[in-house]
């Protein structure tokens, strides 16, 4: 079966290394696994150049992994790649491109000898534990512009399925900073609330538009976080990796505060998550929002790095992932959100997708909690952005939206700091005493 190629924004990503930097760099580009980035990649080799070699790393064969034994001689180096490729190369218009170049870390190595010789164009795939576990005894080439690849965002989704009238349509509306109306609306949210049921996994996509059927997505898609966890067992033997990204959801479900980790482990001691995070991070499995000692603009320099909420990169696998004990037909988020019945303790569902959402428009993730003199409640913001010189405090909302206490006496507090105030929800567009009331399904395109 042929697999799809959709359309992805980071294919103007790769156009600008390609027309600006490629002479003097490699692409390395970062991501999950099945996230697209080697049919992207393989794409834009066979539109943007004369010829290309695309070599596998994870299915090739031992002729062309011996070739990096000594690439000294980069003549003949090449001349027996194109040899064992079958494919002729251009000098200036030819594109290699190293696919899971993790796998084989003297590949990478060479990277800086290639770009140097300057005949050819080089473009990299790395996902998972990558490239860190894999470059302890090579030189990493300084050479190399680094870009992420992110699962399909809303608007990708919508070019997928042929939607071209909804992308129009919430441009306009935001534009005009108006409603959509009843009918619209829901229309908006039916299609955005498909989008959460599938994700942005171009397999599950390319399922659902082949079959029609969310019981063969789901399957895609549990296979998909099978695959992680099996891959969470490289970085750690113990599968803690694998227990604490099975937790998101639960923590997530619970309102607490921070990432709890007896939700993942029973005993578990911080220390030991703390060693394992950033293994866990540069998977791209995961999305982390740090607590911020202090918002204002620049909270990275004051985050509480032993406080913080994970998120899945994909909400897709996150409803797969949130009753991956119960079969389809169980599986009451698929019912609730089909049917448009999405009851406020499934919420988290929608926060999980706007944290994917502000990643995917290149925001680091913040959040802030604090207390209330007259009683024990924590009055929390879901996310801080900066823009500017100020923070933009957001607040996701499933129900009641009327209710908006922490955002309230956030910004008391912080009147001087505050830019936008955003309330995120289910309803349609509404502008009332300084907050932006935004449907979800506007928030991609702000």
């Known amino acids: 079966m042929k697999k799809s190629v959709f359309t992805r924004k980071i294919y103007r990503e790769i156009l600008e290394w390609k027309e600006n930097r490629s002479d003097k760099y490699a692409l390395l580009v970062k991501g999950a696994r099945r996230v697209g980035k080697s049919t992207i990649v393989e794409e834009f080799a066979k539109k943007e150049f004369k010829s290309y070699i695309m070599i596998d790393f994870a299915h090739v064969s031992k002729d062309i992994k011996d070739l990096f034994e000594d690439t000294y001689d980069l003549d003949f180096f090449f001349l027996q790649l194109q040899q064992l490729s079958g494919t002729k190369l251009y000098e200036k218009e030819s594109v290699i491109i190293f696919d899971e170049v993790q796998l084989l870390p003297k590949a990478r190595q060479a990277i800086k000898y290639f770009v140097a010789d300057g005949r050819y164009k080089y473009i990299e795939t790395g996902s998972l534990l990558s490239i860190k576990k894999n470059t302890k005894d090579i030189l990493i080439p ?17 070019w997928a399925i042929g939607d071209e009238v909804s992308i129009e349509t919430i441009k306009v509306l935001l534009e005009k900073k108006r409603p959509a109306g009843n009918a619209i609306h829901r229309n908006l949210m039916r299609i955005f609330r498909l989008y959460m049921l599938i994700g942005g996994m171009p397999q599950a996509v390319e399922t659902y538009l082949e079959k029609n059927n969310l019981q063969e997505v789901d399957e895609i898609k549990r296979e998909i976080v099978d695959l992680y966890e099996e891959d969470f067992t490289k970085i750690d033997a113990s599968g803690l990796a694998g227990d604490i990204y099975d937790a998101i959801p639960a923590n997530l479900s619970s309102n607490a505060s921070r990432y709890i980790l007896s939700n993942a482990r029973e005993g578990t001691r911080s220390e030991r998550v703390l060693d394992l995070l950033p293994d866990i991070l540069s998977s791209y499995t995961v999305n982390i929002a740090y607590h911020a000692n202090n918002p204002a603009v620049g909270m990275a320099l004051e985050k509480d790095v032993g406080r913080y909420k994970l998120f899945t990169s994909d909400v897709g696998l996150f409803v797969t992932l949130a009753f991956r004990d119960k079969n389809y037909v169980e599986n009451i988020i698929y019912n609730k959100l089909l049917s448009d019945k999405m009851e406020a ?73 505050i830019g936008n105030k955003y309330l995120v929800h289910t309803k349609d567009y509404k502008w009332e005493n300084g907050i932006n009331y935004i449907p979800v399904y506007m928030l991609p395109f702000l």
Not at 142 to 158: Q, W
Not at 373 to 388: A, M, V
């Open 142 to 158: 300084s050479e190399e512009h680094k870009i992420s690849m992110y699962p399909m965002d809303f608007e990708e989704f919508l």
């Open 345 to 417: 303790n499934l919420g988290y569902v929608y926060e999980n997708a706007v944290a994917q959402i502000l990643v995917a428009k290149g925001n680091n993730l913040f959040y802030y909690t604090m207390g209330n003199n007259s009683s024990n409640h924590l009055y929390e913001i879901d996310f801080l952005i900066s823009t500017g010189n100020k923070i933009c405090p957001i607040e996701v909302k499933s129900g009641n939206y009327r209710c908006h206490k922490s955002l309230d006496q956030f910004c008391d507090k912080f009147r001087s700091r």
